[in-house]
């Protein structure tokens, strides 16, 4: 069974910064495609963040050089370090797995419960 559990977002000030947790199942971890969305209200999925098969991370334009996607194998933790954030950066922030690579697509078969991320002019 996928387990994707984010840990509890948090209201910053713009310019602040907040690491987001996804605790994943040991078997995903090791075998799944692992990506960060977000969605904010009104707004379409978009994807945030990921890694490839090779372990290099993709970024949205929006985000590149203000986040940072890593793991930790020895937790079987996927973070999201969010840095100088922006108001337009609030949103519900989701982790996803899945078996297939769909890059920053909203395809992924397998979602966390989502995290409430809200930064404040």
């Known amino acids: 069974q996928v387990q994707l559990v984010e840990s509890v977002g948090d209201s910053v000030q713009a310019g602040g910064s907040l690491r987001l947790s996804c605790a994943v199942s040991?078997?995903?971890?090791?075998?799944?495609?692992m990506a960060w969305f977000r969605q904010a209200p009104g707004k379409e999925r978009e994807g945030v963040a990921r890694?490839?098969?090779?372990?290099?991370?993709t970024y949205a334009g929006s985000v590149k050089g203000r986040f940072t996607i890593s793991q930790d194998n020895a937790k079987n933790t996927l973070y999201l370090q969010m840095n100088s954030l922006k108001p337009e950066d609030t949103a519900m922030y989701y982790c996803?797995?899945?078996?297939?690579?769909?890059?920053?697509?909203?395809?992924?078969?397998?979602w966390g419960q989502g995290t409430q991320v809200t930064v404040s002019s």
């Open positions: 040991r078997d995903t971890y090791s075998t799944y495609y």
């Open positions: 996803a797995a899945d078996r297939i690579d769909w890059w920053l697509l909203p395809r992924y078969k397998h």
């Open positions: 890694f490839d098969s090779a372990g290099r991370p």
